[in-house]
């Protein structure tokens, strides 16, 4: 008969247990994806060793402003969000849906991609990253989809955050910054002192558990699972930013016709990178392409964006042509009627929009001031 | 050891609505200047029948895929006896709408859908049936007529207004005398006549008043462009009709059809799942926000 899994005691690891943690999971099969240094920025990319890791490295955030910076410690996971997320793994940024071939009837569409999605391990995903991936999946995780499928085979090494960074407000949304229960694989916590560099891991599946059971690790004391509590809990009154969560969607209800967004859209670009560097965004268009003989068609799916001015158009002309209907779209829908259509909020306090917005336009200050506005005697 | 996950059925296959159903145009009628009807069979599996009021994804080979109203629709029999037959109206209006315009009998289309929310005619079961279409807005309403006229007794009057901004921007003027001759009341009206034109001039709205003997036993149904939902539901709402009792037809950019895609957002709906027929007590809020 079988039995449910207790989940095992919190062990302990070292930094070459890390190693050992990415060949296990090598071993099994999965492509472990994980943050490393590359182009100035800490990137999100497919590692061949733990070595690859950003040890040593920080960020300094600020809105409009990304820049490294060398720590005063070897910590892995000492830096907080980067200009990527992990969606362009889940739900990646350009997927050919299908192809066909013209026939003398008219044209078949060629047989299902065959290709088997990827199985991912996904090494030092941030409680707020947690919730974004969950945000994603009520949107995304259609049965049959093949966002179901890479989702279905994901393995995640969570990181508890010790360092939110100074645009970071996981702790107004709710998201972070410890990892719950459930969401993860295995979730570990970085501890660097004069006790040397470990790492706490916590079990949170079966799966997890088997894992885990293949690389070298200790017992944790108590002393230590405090330790890691507590630098958890620090990390939670050290956040850059802050945002009133609650009545935010009443917020945004009442505030279509605020003045406030004529003087954001002032400022805004229309760009499109806070869409593309948040974790939850998830819209994407159609192409449609042929070869240069037309006897070959396909398919691709491609991120797309609300702030752009085709994304609203239909025949005559865009519902959204002022930059500030659409910055209102935008930021309406991540904070607002995300509930109505997916039943939460589609803001994970990430802050990645903030510091990849190119004239640092800073969300939590544009609800500030649409409360002021609405508010005022 | 290995690790298990849940396991996962057909790794890389398609979710069914992405994936189009091909099509052949076994007929193709000319409606107006720039609108045809195209009557399509399936050259496989076919899609589940569409409810009065829901869309497709109608793909042109090479050129793109567009969302069209179901404007009428013959299920298929179970022994294949009998084949589906799907029936689209499309006004030409860019590049896919064009290339759909121009399909010859045995050329080859892709279909996706049905998708969205549906008219619900029997919602005026035993009561008034007040059907209102604006332009090209007659085609999804087609199916909603079909219905009504196939089982007449279940409503007290049927009443179609049509309007059109010319007389040769009328369609389905053919059926529009089968209609009547079926015991609806069918008004027509054009923004502006022309030569030989001896029909009524104005505004769909208009026809309204005279056409209402019970609002508050009314059932109305509305498509045509958001302008012409607006004034015709405010103009049912002050002749008395319940705002609850209107349903409108919306439109918005789609590309999926499956609410993945985004693009369709009026406010907190998803018209390719909320709608694209909602009731007006719903969409008049949202329809007055500009830019929304």
Known sequence: ????????????????????????????????????????????????????????????????????????????FGHSAGPQSWKRFLHPPRERLWSATRTAEGFDLDGAEDDEPPRYAFLGVRPCDLHAIAIQDRVLAQPGSRYAARRARLFIVAVNCTEPGETCFCTSMGTGPGAEGGAYDLALTELVDERGHRFLVEVGSPQGADLLRQVPSERADHATLRQARSEVEAAADRMGRHMQADGLRELMADSHQAARWDDVASRCLTCGNCTMACPTCFCTTIEDTTDL??????????????????????????VRTSPKSRYRQWLTHKLGTWHDQFGSSGCVGCGRCIVWCPVGIDLTEEVKALRAERDQP | MTITREP???????????????????ARRAETYDTVTLMLRPAEAPIEPP???????????????????????????????????????????GAVTRALCTAAPGDMVGVRGPFGTDWQPHSADGRDMLVVAGGIGLAPLRPVLLTALAERA????????????????LIFTRELETWRRRDADVRVTVDHGSAGWTGQVG????LIDTAIEDPADTVAFVCGPEIMLRLCSEELVNRGVAAADIRVSLERNMRCGAALCGHCQLGPLLLCRDGPVVSYAEAAPLMARKEL
Not at chain 1, 53 to 69: A, C, I, K, N, S
Not at chain 1, 293 to 317: K, N, P, Q, V
Not at chain 2, 154 to 169: E, F, K, N, T, W
Request: glycine share 10%; net charge negative; hydrophobic share 40%.
């Open chain 2, 51 to 93: 409810r009065p009021g829901q869309f497709t994804m109608l793909y042109a080979y090479g050129v793109g895929e567009v969302p069209v109203s179901v404007s009428g629709f013959r299920p298929g029999g179970s022994q294949g006896s009998r084949v589906q037959v799907l029936v689209q109206t499309i006004r030409a209006v």
């Open chain 1, 293 to 318: 003989t037309g006897e070959h068609a396909e398919r691709w799916e491609l991120w797309d964006s609300c702030f752009d001015l085709d994304f609203s158009y239909l025949h005559g002309g865009s």
């Open chain 2, 203 to 206: 505004l769909v709205t208009k």
């Open chain 2, 154 to 169: 279940r409503y007290d009057r049927v009443v179609l207004l049509v309007g059109a901004r010319s007389p040769d921007d």
């Open chain 1, 1 to 76: 008969m079988a039995t449910a899994t207790a989940i095992p005691d919190p062990r302990l690891i070292d930094a070459a247990g890390l190693e050992n943690l990415c060949q296990a999971l090598a071993a099994e099969g999965y492509h472990v994806v994980g943050p490393a240094v590359q182009d100035g920025a800490i990137v999100l990319r497919e590692l061949s060793s733990a070595a690859e890791l950003p040890f040593g490295w920080g960020v300094r955030l600020e809105p409009g402003g990304y820049q490294l910076r060398h720590r005063d410690d070897t910590a892995a």
């Open chain 2, 8 to 26: 996962v059925s057909a790794p890389g296959t398609l979710v069914p609505p992405m994936r189009p159903s091909r099509y052949v145009v076994a």
